[in-house]
């Protein structure tokens, strides 16, 4: 794996075009693996257990539990308990715990301690460190575009949505807290410009789909809990 670095201050727009095209391939692969493997058969019992446990009206999550961003997002009732959890809230949850907490927490950021038995190098942990931040991006805007109705109403997203950038960047993107400082979403902006293609496809249309991907996927989750 060698796709660092993305900065645009650092490669010409080949470079860069070279390495995100790897990128974009275990990208598309992790999310198209997701998708394949959320099914009542592949997708662990225990885990549905788990997450059923928490996703009901009245369910008690710790606060500890939560980023800023939840806290924010879900409402509590006077015991703490959780109230108002409806589809949207059950979509951030699920998307919350397994994309952010499970895969890029665990998965790629901390793979030996869990259970990658061989030693990975420094430089590979820097490509792992990229795609979990691209892989959060992509999540964040997800749950941007999930609860913009929201944001706006609570004055936290202006009406015309002008301050879109900051409200992903620094009110979703960087409320998570990782075992690792992921880099500035900015400095990839390279990954969801319209001004650059790879193939037939502009970054943006790739971006999209990706994202479409994601939230498929934590549909799929919810579907397979509701049904339980």
């Not at 950021?109 to 892989?135: D, S, V």
């Amino acid at each position: 794996m060698d796709f660092i670095p993305l900065d645009n201050a650092i490669m010409t727009a080949k470079g860069k075009n070279d390495k995100f095209l790897l990128l974009k391939i275990r990208v598309n692969t992790i999310f198209q693996n997701l998708i394949l493997n959320a099914t009542p058969k592949q997708f662990p019992q225990p885990l549905m257990t788990f997450l059923n446990s928490f996703m009901k009206e009245g369910g008690f999550v710790p606060y500890d539990f939560l980023t800023e961003f939840e806290q924010d997002i879900f409402e509590f009732d006077s015991s703490d308990s959780l109230m108002n959890f409806g589809p949207k809230q059950k979509f951030l949850f699920i998307g919350s715990f397994i994309i952010t907490q499970f895969l890029i927490d665990r998965v790629l950021l901390r793979p030996e301690q869990n259970g990658f038995n061989t030693e990975i190098l420094p430089k590979p942990q820097e490509n792992l460190k990229i795609l979990a931040a691209m892989i959060h991006g992509i999540y964040s805007e997800v749950m941007y575009d999930t609860f913009k109705s929201i944001l706006i109403e609570r004055k936290v997203l202006l009406d015309d949505e002008e301050n879109r950038a900051e409200i992903i960047e620094d009110y979703i993107y960087h409320r998570y807290r990782y075992c690792k400082k992921l880099i500035h979403l900015e400095l990839l902006d390279y990954a969801y410009s319209p001004d650059f293609t790879s193939g037939a496809q502009t970054n943006k249309e790739w971006w999209d789909e990706m994202k479409e991907k994601c939230a498929k996927f934590i549909v799929l989750i919810y579907k397979l809990l509701e049904n339980q």
